[in-house]
């Protein structure tokens, strides 16, 4: 084997070392690119939901199961709801990624007065309608006066005052959104018997009578939610000015629910109920990476992209909200879906092309002129260990014409340079000048041999 080795058309080794600075380059040049680029998205992220048992929970559970399949782990970190979410999310000291917001949840009243300091936030689509539910008890209905009260009916907004009414716990997007709605009816928020409990505690202490009102912000998913839609003893208010609130207020939008839409057998609601509601976005942070925001976005279609009470198969997730700008990785999943190669490829094969593509393309063209002097190279490297013999063979010649050295002494000169030849090993490609090299070797002992 080593003999075979020895006796090949090209010499690897030499051929290695002749485009070593060559590829030593590329090398370089492909490392400085991967860690300003970084194409390897982090293995954790943290996703901030909101309180536990809530819609915001259950779907981040979700999430993380959806991403663990692709080696990403998600951290949730439980919050008191969209509003302390979208705090977190700016908050650069906080390390937060990514966060449920729904629409309207910033503490400002007014649009103007929004916050916009902080970390750059980006949207990566809506994901949900989250109606505003507000429950009210018969028997609080029944106390108030007039024939409304008497049907156990509530109609408007006003007819609450002076009920005790719990519209979430501070930092949540619910108790904002409210505030809002209020306002929007001229009603003053110190005129209500205001509690701000947490979802869980808030139901149990509307089920034992100590509450009369319970308004929630929140998909249909949440169990609280369905719970209280199949309690006897427990109406869901209809906002009969429901298109008025979403000509109104940006952020809101007109639904309906269908008549027996939560059970058909029971025929619940009797009624179609007409409802406001928020829009639920998935926000991150604008320097989210890239391919993190892909892989959420991919998961939102997959989750959210069924049919639901109040959306269709294909209506969500969209690239659609007035608050925040699109993030470039969703707007381009919206427009033409996962990227190609994440079709064929596995996930983080796909994204180490995608992201370096442009960097490996730019490195071709430069190492393709450059490669052109690997060849010469290779040659010098070659013939360098043959012609390099010929100056001492010429000083030889030299010595026997000027009759400087005594002809024995260059005999034994030419000798140790022709033992020298022997051990000279070239590629095939290059024999021929090896030979040549050995016979000129042999010519100028011809030469020498009558005077030795």
Known sequence: MPRLLRHTLLSARDLLISAGPLI?????LLWGAYVWLQPTPPRRVVLATGPEQGAYAEFGKRYAEELRRFGVQ??????????????????????????????????????????????????????????????????????????KARDLVL???????????????AGSGAA???AKVLHANRIDIEQLKLSRLEPTPAV???????????????????????????????????????EAYA??????SSLTLPRGVVDLAKNVPPNDVRLIAATATLVAREATHPAIEQLFVQAAHRIHGGTGWFARAGQFPVGKDAELPLSQEAERFYRSGPPILQRYLPFWVANLIDRMWVVLVSIVAILIPLSRVVPPLYEFRIRSRIFRWYAQLREIEHALTDRSSA???????????DARAERIR???????????????IEMVRARLRPHA
């Open 24 to 28: 030593a380059l590329a090398l370089l």
């Open 74 to 147: 998600v951290e949730q970190r439980t919050t008191q709801g969209a509003a302390d979410n979208l705090r977190l999310l700016r908050d650069t000291t906080q390390d937060v990624d990514l966060a449920f917001v729904q629409g309207g949840a910033s503490d400002a009243l007014y649009a103007v007065d929004e916050r916009t300091d902080g970390a750059r936030l980006v949207s990566l689509g809506s994901l949900f309608y989250e109606p505003v539910w507000l429950f009210y008890r018969e028997d609080a209905a029944r106390k108030m006066s007039g024939s």
């Open 155 to 169: 109609t408007e907004l006003t007819q609450f005052v002076g009920l005790r009414v719990n519209i979430g716990a």
């Open 176 to 178: 904002n959104l409210v």
């Open 204 to 242: 149990v202490a509307f089920l034992a009578g100590e509450l009369d009102t319970l308004i929630f912000v929140s998909a249909p998913e949440s169990p609280l939610v369905q719970l209280l839609l199949m309690t006897p003893g427990v109406r869901l208010f209809d906002f009969a000015q429901a």
């Open 247 to 252: 000509r109104r207020l940006g952020f809101l």
């Open 407 to 417: 002809p024995a002494e260059l005999m034994r000169d030419l000798d140790a340079l």
């Open 426 to 440: 070239v590629p095939l490609s290059h024999a021929d000048e090896l030979y040549a090299l050995r016979s000129h």
